[in-house]
């Protein structure tokens, strides 16, 4: 299972985060970022406080933890992988290799595996389209991959 972060002592963070935060205008963006930084997610819980502490509904939160890419709903295994949807990749069969991670792994795209090892995202550009297609997997970059290379690098990890 991925790391249990909701403790009291990350709570207490949060709080202090709050107190922090609560007078500077605009900080929810920034407020959520750290929060994530806490716990490594933003669970539910964690996204009511926010909205209490800040006095912002629920609604907005959630509207604004769906629209960014960069925010997680879930806890994230220990690899997370992603998988370049920009146009250079997608032109180049990103779609067969997130479909190949997929049925490796057993998962979709922002899902986690039931293990904690692996998570998976399908991400915008990643700014290295000369490799394209590529995928990363936490601090490792994989270019030029076709689909028959997934099954060696996911067998690394
Ligand atoms: S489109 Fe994938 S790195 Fe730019």
Redesign the pocket.
Known sequence: MPKETMTAENFQKLDELIIREKETKGALIQVLQKAQDIFGYLPLEVQQKISKGLKIPMSEIYGVVTFYSQFNLEPKGDYLISV???????VRN?QPILDEISKFTGIKSGETTPDGKFSLLAC??????G????ITINEDVYGRLVVEDVKEIMEKY
């Open positions: 370049c949807m920009g146009t250079a990749c997608y990103a915008r550009c990643i700014g290295a389209c490799l394209a297609p590529i």
